[in-house]
């Protein structure tokens, strides 16, 4: 297959945001690799969510700079109105831009649904779903008024999937995927495009989940399969401005990318409206080899009047 040409950011501003370590880290390294001048926004707090230090956006920053490129750190947090506003003005302020952002930032509190408490619930929806509201609504509303931008905004295969201990994670993932969805569609008009990845690499958060054995010092691509560096080729062009993609959720993980969907099948229309009628029917309802995409939520309506006659 032939290869477009460079994909470049000169001239592009663009905020990462738990740019300190793991996947934000590469993101913001080889998007100012290719031109972009970059905020690397991080917390500098634990997998968990405790603590905070300005060295791991610090060295990125001057991992960038000595390799020619721009960036200013930002150590907010976006888990907080105040932390999400100043990362976008950082932007704002120094280059006098958003083009666009990567919401990336995150922790874990892995617990057994039985065992999860309402702050490790909170916790995780503060940094994640919150998070995500926090820094994209600053950058939303000026890309509005401004022609548009790219935002990529972080999901998981857990939370797509399902996986064991991870309730608190996955509420807050797909609140994401939700809040995706609709600012596609509101931001459609004003030329702003958000799509969610779901990535999976080797980072010092799936070493605390038990995906490999310690956080370790990322390799190249083409030696490490986990390597951050096989995700970053997607997200680099969900940023960039010829993305043709908007409101959709990609994966990437070991080189594989893919595209998840929300489906629906032909399902079974009910010939009388008892539980009964769909204990009869179990097979067919469920049958997953009739899957199709709806665009939206006017789209299902659609499907819902063609199959039942149904008019709004
Ligand atoms: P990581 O722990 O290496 O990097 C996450 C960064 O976010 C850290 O540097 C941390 O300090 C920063 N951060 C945490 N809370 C913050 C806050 N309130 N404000 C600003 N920065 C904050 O983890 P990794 O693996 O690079 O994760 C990046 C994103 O990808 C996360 O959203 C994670 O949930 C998601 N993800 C990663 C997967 C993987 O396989 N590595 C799998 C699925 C999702």
Redesign the pocket.
């Given at each position: 297959m032939s290869e477009n040409p460079e994909m470049r950011f000169d001239g592009k501003v663009v905020v990462v945001?738990?740019?300190?370590?793991?996947?934000?880290?590469?993101y913001a390294l080889q998007l100012a690799a290719r031109g972009a001048k970059v905020i690397v926004?991080?917390?500098?707090?634990?997998?968990d969510?405790i603590g905070?230090?300005q060295a791991?956006?610090a060295r990125v920053v001057e991992q960038i700079r000595s390799n020619g490129g721009e960036a200013v750190a930002s150590?907010?947090?976006?888990?907080?109105e105040e932390?999400g506003a100043a990362?976008i003005r950082a932007a704002i302020d120094t280059w006098g831009r958003v083009d666009a952002v990567i919401?990336?930032?995150?922790?874990?509190r892995d617990k057994s649904f039985a065992k999860l408490t309402p702050p490790e619930l909170d916790a995780l929806l503060?940094?994640?779903l919150r998070?995500t509201f926090f820094t994209v609504h600053p950058a939303f509303t000026w890309m509005r008024e401004n022609g548009g931008g790219n935002v990529v905004v972080?999901?998981?295969?857990?939370?797509l999937f399902g996986a064991f201990g991870q309730s608190n994670?996955c509420a807050a993932?797909l609140g994401i995927v939700g809040m995706m969805q609709v600012m596609a569609i509101e931001g459609a008009k004003a030329g702003i495009k958000v799509n969610a990845?779901?990535?999976?690499?080797?980072?010092?958060?799936?070493a605390t989940?038990g995906?490999s054995d310690a956080?370790r010092e990322p390799l190249p691509p083409e030696q490490d399969p986990?390597s951050?560096g096989r995700?970053s080729p997607l997200v680099l062009a969900l940023a960039h401005e010829s993305c043709p993609a908007s409101g959709e959720i990609f994966n990437a993980?070991c080189g594989w990318i893919s595209r998840a969907v929300i489906a629906v099948n032909e399902g079974v229309m009910l010939d009388s409206f008892t539980p009964e009628a769909v204990a009869a029917q179990w097979d067919a309802l469920r049958d997953p080899s009739t899957l199709s995409v709806p665009q939206n939520a006017t789209d299902y309506w659609h499907m819902i009047q063609a199959r039942t006659g149904a008019q709004g």
């Open positions: 945001t738990g740019a300190g370590n793991g996947l934000g880290r590469d926004n991080d917390l500098g707090g634990s997998t969510g905070n230090d791991a956006a150590f907010d947090s976006v888990a907080t932390g990362i919401a990336n930032a995150g922790i874990l503060d940094v994640h998070g972080t999901a998981s295969p857990s939370a994670y993932k990845l779901a990535p999976t690499a080797a980072t010092r958060l799936t989940a995906m956080p986990m951050t995700v993980g």
